[in-house]
């Protein structure tokens, strides 16, 4: 494969599964060059990755191995992001915003995302077919709950979905493109917050803004850092649990008749999903704090280490036929959320939105099916996430 380049590739997600069946046989964890002379490693077993992922040996303070660090106002808005900092500072930053997703709090967010739903699929009906249900619903759905959520106006739903793609799809290189984005984007958060601040509301920024005001607890790079973090993760992933989830079921029908038949199996059929087309193909990167043996293998201080979640998330020493997408599977212990302490705080909200989400639209329009004259949907080439560029369906099928 080359290089960790490879990986992001298009033409590797469409081949990937059987990739890493292939690498789990012969060499579960594997190097690749990465960074001129420093070493990656992908770990790709499911037992190995939990491991990984709950390990102390492995931190996220990339800090401590890099010579030189970014000190440009665009970069302020990843530096600190709790998905790459390690205790005390990512408890401190956890623990400020673990009330606004807790289960307790997001069930009361359900009659709202409904609404949402319904309106969405209301305007959905009023367009021809073939509809993009990436686009039109999968999309519009958690942007404007999570835009909700933290205060942002829904109407900016459109350029936070160019920002997000740009940062997430961005390369080493950073190109020109990426640092135009980050700055437009950084430069809307610092006019929101100056809105918010002389104008609070109920909302998850105007908390925040008040705990950077009230003490140490929270400094301004870090609440960029958060509300970015927020933005980006609390609907990029749930946009490709629905997408992804859906195009397994047209993929398979008679699971998708089962469904429609039983909607009680729409639980599992949103786990089913979350393990079978996992919205994040990798966890974000740790580095090892020291030299140690991995399972055989010699990772030295420095060394960057990636966990597969798709790959765990298909091992054959974990899951009874791992290729089989069944939504009725009872052992269904899948990574899709990540393990430890950097589980993924919006695992409710994202499990809720998917749930209603194939309710909703699976009663809305029972003979919905893929358009088959459309061009057969295809993987974003975004390294760390699965997710579809477009799913073209047609709301009456009669296959």
């Known amino acids: 494969m080359g290089n960790l380049e490879s990986l992001y590739q298009s033409n590797f997600k469409k081949d990937a599964y059987s990739f890493y069946c292939n690498q789990r046989k012969h060499q579960p964890i594997f190097p ?66 673990q009330p606004y997703f807790n289960p307790k709090t997001i ?8 609404e949402i739903s319904d309106n969405l699929l209301e305007e959905m009906k009023q367009k021809d077919t073939p509809v993009d249900l990436i686009d039109d619903y999968a999309f519009p759905l ?50 929101l917050f100056e809105q918010r601040k002389n104008h609070p509301a109920d909302d998850l920024i105007s908390h925040l803004l ?24 609390g609907h990029e992933t749930t946009v490709n649990l629905i997408g992804n989830t859906m195009y397994a079921l ?16 729409i639980p599992g059929a949103i786990e089913e999903g979350l393990r ?36 765990a998330n298909r091992d054959e020493e974990k899951f009874d036929h791992p290729h089989l997408f069944d939504i009725t599977r009872k052992r269904n212990a899948h990574v899709a959320f990540g393990f430890g302490i950097h589980f993924c705080l919006g695992a409710p909200l994202a499990r809720m939105e998917g749930k209603i989400a194939l309710e909703k639209l699976l009663h809305a ?28 369906v047609v709301l009456n099928s009669e296959s």
């Open 250 to 265: 047209f993929k398979h029908p008679n699971q998708l008749e089962s469904l429609k038949n039983d909607p009680a199996l």
């Open 107 to 114: 069930k009361q967010l359900e009659p709202r995302i409904r």
């Open 365 to 392: 329009f029972p003979k919905i099916g893929l358009d088959e004259t459309s061009p057969a949907p295809q993987w974003r080439s975004v390294f760390l996430l699965r997710g579809l560029e477009a799913l073209p």
């Open 32 to 97: 690749m060059p990465y960074d001129g002379n420093r070493q990656s490693w992908i770990i790709t077993k499911y037992d190995h990755v939990k491991e990984l992922l709950k390990s102390n040996s492995f931190i996220k303070d990339q800090s401590k191995f890099l010579s030189s660090t970014r000190e440009s106002d665009e970069f302020n808005i990843f530096q600190n992001m709790m998905l790459d900092v390690d205790p005390p500072d990512h408890t401190r930053l956890r623990k400020l915003v």
């Open 210 to 233: 008040k705990t950077e005001e009230d003490g140490e607890q929270l400094t301004r790079n870090e609440l960029y850092s958060m509300v970015v973090l927020l933005i980006i993760a």
């Open 142 to 191: 958690p942007i404007i709950v999570i835009s909700e959520l933290l205060g942002v106006p829904a109407e900016d739903r459109d350029i936070f979905r160019k920002w997000s793609n740009t940062i997430v799809s961005a390369s080493n290189e950073m190109e020109t493109d990426f640092m135009e984005d980050v700055q437009a984007f950084t430069t809307y958060l610092t006019d």
């Open 276 to 311: 079978y087309y996992s919205p994040v193909d990798f966890s974000t990167a740790r580095w090892a704090e020291n030299d140690l043996n991995f399972h055989g293998q010699i990772i030295r201080r420095g060394d960057l280490v990636m966990a597969s979640i798709s790959s």
